[in-house]
């Protein structure tokens, strides 16, 4: 009976898709928290990741500028919306890390905000994780309704958040 005091609680890490309205300065409008424990080492993992220009001026709406993987801000990400959550397995977790590296490495300039943005970086690890992923050209600058669609296009999100 002791036994079972002592052993380690199920591990599991969780990967949260959250989004965050446009206006300001509120870049990125999509990102990704992850936390959680990996099953194989007990290793404690926190992060949040989102792609965005690197400067937000106006020179993102005429073409491909300067882009990076950033983290979040504890305030940034509790003042943001949650729209579901998946656990994942250790190996997920690792396709979703690799996704983060593939995109922090891009050439620049990397961000264009109609094909490569915020919305393509979360799809991208959606994808990654197994998703069912489609890129609507009228929802890939509207964060909140893409993911929303992500949810409709895998029922089993319903009753994530």
Known sequence: MLWGLASPAAAAVTVGFYSRELGGNNFPHAFIVVEGTLDATGERVHG???????????????????GEVIEQSPGYIANSERQFALRVSDAQYRAVMAVVQRWRELPQPSYNLNRRNCIHFVAAIAEALGLTVDYPRALMKRPRSYLQRLR??????????
């Open 48 to 66: 949040s990741y989102g792609f965005t220009a690197k400067a937000i001026t106006p020179a993102i709406l005429l073409g491909s500028v300067a």
């Open 152 to 161: 409709s296009l895998n029922p089993r999100l319903a009753a994530s958040g």
